[in-house]
């Protein structure tokens, strides 16, 4: 049996690993193969400094920016099978910055040799699936070598992420704004934005980090103009809320409320498409970023064609555990451990959580439905259990302290369900530190302090 993933990001690495953990355990596995269109790994993690197209003339995956500190509790995202204080030997903060999670994400997959099932530098193009002989062939594109080539796997897993190709909604008018205009995207960290008037569309978590990033490295003004609802946090002096945008004339936005406001820059905070230009139309999710992606058993097996894996589609509060818990139930399909049931089954499945979807009214109960999601996953392969309930009281409270303090509630520290271990103390309060490498925050306080006598 062969099995492909589409990309190494945290979800396709996740595959690698439930894949390596049996063989550990004595399983024969079957043959795997990797495509990751980047030079490397981590997906998201893996930063660029680059917008636009890469080196090949790629469209850049990435979305992450400088300055970027993870924006829930590293407690909440941990792997059960690789801990923090595994990784870095000692209690580290509950948010730590990208380069240190992207370190992380490494030091787990590095004790294993899946390097060896990746080929970087490698696009899918294009997938097509023969019914006589049930296996998909895969158009790939070697970019540093300039060859296309295909290749054939009996399970196909998608791991290519869904926020990387933006949506980009017009406003009247937005045409003639003089000052630069971009999606969340191709921001890449708040410099060029001191002491100017910024206007970001949007009312969810880019438009929330993006806003208050930007506020702390000197923007002059932060407006966020939401569609739905605003947010409603105790914005500091120099952010506000506004409705939607109506219209631009020049540099003047107008909002839905009557008023209007001049504006050096706006950037898009107005979310990704789920995009799979790699599948036929058939196999494609069309959902837009949600808790359950319909078409999906278990969040995660294609109903319509169960060799056909995605992982990582959901709207995210859990994420490398989940994408684990997903990965291992994956794995198990594959190697028919767990026997999937008929497809009509399937539909009352997938109806059953679509349901417990509608149902949702409050953060509160997105949280509780994507950790009894995740603990139905949990339970049926032989991931570590960890304690995934106490796990959704620490997003409770993570979401009552971006309540109480947005600008403040990185500095809080939380426990560990997997170790048991309370966070350090980060050396230096978050909207202090500006310094986001991994060397200024592994440092400790007294060589901070000496670096900052020198
Ligand atoms: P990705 O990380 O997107 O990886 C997908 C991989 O697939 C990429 O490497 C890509 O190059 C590859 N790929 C895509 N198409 C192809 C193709 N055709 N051929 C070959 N390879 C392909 N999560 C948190 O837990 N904490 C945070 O603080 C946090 N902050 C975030 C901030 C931003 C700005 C964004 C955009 C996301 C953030 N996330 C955060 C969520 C983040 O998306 C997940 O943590 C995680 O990266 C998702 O992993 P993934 O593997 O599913 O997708
Ligand atoms: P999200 O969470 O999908 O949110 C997208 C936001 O964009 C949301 O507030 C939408 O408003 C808004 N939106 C979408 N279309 C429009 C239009 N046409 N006009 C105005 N506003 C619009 O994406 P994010 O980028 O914030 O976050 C994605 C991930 O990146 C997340 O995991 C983070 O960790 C980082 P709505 O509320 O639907 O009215």
């Known amino acids: 049996m062969r099995i492909g993933i589409i990309g190494a990001g945290p979800s396709g690495l996740a595959q690698l690993r439930?894949?390596?953990?049996?063989?550990?355990?004595?399983?024969?596995?079957?043959?795997i193969v990797c495509f990751e269109k980047q030079s490397n790994w981590g997906g998201m993690w893996n930063y660029t400094w680059r917008t636009g197209l890469d080196e090949f003339g790629e469209p850049i995956h990435g979305s992450m920016y400088r300055y970027l500190w993870s924006?829930?509790?590293?407690?909440?995202?941990?792997?059960?099978d690789y801990s923090f204080d595994?990784?870095?030997?000692?209690?580290?903060?509950?948010?730590?910055?990208?380069?240190?999670?992207?370190?992380?994400?490494?030091?787990?997959?590095?004790?294993?040799?899946?390097?060896?099932?990746?080929?970087?530098?490698?696009?899918?193009?294009?997938?097509?699936?023969?019914?006589?002989?049930?296996?998909?062939?895969?158009?790939?594109?070697d970019r540093a070598n300039d060859r296309t080539y295909t290749e054939v796997f009996d399970y196909l897993v998608v791991a290519s992420g869904h926020f990387s190709v933006p949506n980009m909604p017009h406003f009247k008018g937005i045409e003639d704004f003089p000052g630069t205009i971009k999606h969340a995207h191709d921001f890449r960290g708040a410099d060029p934005y001191i002491g100017r008037d910024l206007l970001l569309i949007g009312g969810s978590y880019s438009a929330e980090d993006i806003g208050v990033q930007c506020h702390k490295y000197g923007t002059k003004s932060v407006t966020l103009s939401y569609r739905s609802q605003p947010m409603g946090f105790d914005w500091p002096k120099g952010m506000e809320e506004k409705p939607l945008v109506?219209?631009?004339?020049?540099?003047?936005?107008?909002?839905?409320?009557?008023?209007?406001k001049r504006f050096d820059d706006v950037i898009l905070c107005t979310g990704y498409q789920h995009n799979f230009p790699f599948l036929p139309s058939e196999y494609r999710l069309e959902n837009n970023n949600c808790l359950y992606p319909d078409k999906l058993y278990k969040g995660v097996v294609f109903n319509e064609q169960p060799r056909l894996i995605f992982l990582g589609m959901q709207d995210q509060y859990f994420t490398f555990n989940m994408f684990?818990?997903?990965?291992?139930?994956?794995?198990?399909?594959?190697?028919?451990?767990?026997?999937?049931?008929?497809?009509?089954?399937?539909?009352?499945d997938i109806a059953k959580w679509l349901a417990k979807q509608d149902a949702i009214e409050t953060p509160n109960d997105d949280v509780d439905f994507q950790t009894a999601?995740?603990?139905?996953?949990?339970?049926?392969?032989?991931?570590?259990?960890?304690?995934?309930?106490?796990?959704?009281?620490?997003?409770?409270?993570w979401l009552q302290d971006k309540e109480e303090d947005i600008l403040r509630y990185r500095d809080k520290c939380y426990t560990s369900v997997v170790t048991g271990t309370k966070a350090a103390e980060h050396h230096t309060e978050w909207m202090a530190a500006l310094d986001d490498s991994m060397e200024c925050y592994l440092s400790d306080e007294e060589e901070l302090k000496k670096q900052k006598a020198s």
């Open 18 to 31: 439930a894949f390596e953990s049996a063989q550990r355990a004595g399983v024969n596995i079957p043959e």
């Open 71 to 80: 924006n829930g509790p590293k407690e909440c995202l941990e792997f059960s």
């Open 86 to 141: 595994e990784h870095f030997g000692r209690p580290i903060s509950s948010y730590p910055p990208r380069e240190v999670l992207f370190d992380y994400i490494q030091g787990r997959i590095e004790k294993s040799n899946a390097r060896d099932f990746i080929r970087f530098n490698t696009a899918a193009r294009w997938v097509s699936f023969d019914e006589d002989t049930q296996q998909f062939t895969v158009v790939l594109d």
């Open 246 to 260: 109506t219209h631009f004339e020049g540099d003047v936005a107008h909002f839905s409320d009557g008023t209007s």
């Open 324 to 348: 684990d818990a997903q990965a291992w139930f994956a794995r198990d399909v594959m190697m028919g451990t767990i026997a999937l049931p008929e497809k009509a089954e399937r539909d009352k």
């Open 373 to 397: 999601y995740t603990r139905e996953l949990v339970d049926s392969t032989d991931y570590p259990d960890f304690n995934l309930e106490k796990v959704a009281e620490l997003f409770k409270s």
